[in-house]
């Protein structure tokens, strides 16, 4: 199981970044994706996850309305459309997946993408 995110860079506040989490070498959408980011110092928090099919979403109360997961099986790739971004919001992003699905712990995942930087200036 690989896990590839891309997307992130530096971007002012108020504007929009999208990220990707390219799957490869499993079943892509037999699992639960999710995204989490993490700051120096801290802990990996969760942002939102996804279950196999895209139909149902969890979001961390922080990102509500502002930020939207999705999915595309055919693609073997997750999706973390990010809107109206805060300074708030810079992090290291890590894709995940797991066999469970819209689990909020990062315990719960057991396979982890590189990370990709999101830094939003203010």
């Known amino acids: 199981v690989q896990l590839q995110a891309s997307g992130g860079g530096l971007v002012q506040a108020g504007g929009s970044l999208r990220l990707s989490c390219v799957g490869s070498?499993?079943?892509?959408?037999?699992?639960?994706m999710a995204w989490f980011r993490q700051t120096p110092g801290k802990d990996r928090d969760f942002v939102a996850a996804?279950?196999?099919?895209?139909?149902?979403?969890s979001y961390a109360d922080s990102v509500k309305g502002r930020f939207t997961i999705s999915r595309d099986n055919a693609k073997n790739t997750v999706y973390l459309q990010m809107n109206s971004l805060k300074p708030d919001d810079t992090a290291v992003y890590y894709c995940?997946?797991?066999?469970?699905?819209?689990?909020?712990?990062?315990?719960?995942?057991?396979?982890w993408g590189q990370g990709t930087l999101v830094t939003v200036s203010s």
């Open positions: 996804i279950n196999w099919s895209g139909g149902s979403t």
């Open positions: 995940a997946a797991a066999r469970s699905t819209l689990r909020v712990s990062a315990g719960s995942y057991d396979w």
């Open positions: 070498g499993w079943t892509f959408r037999g699992f639960g």
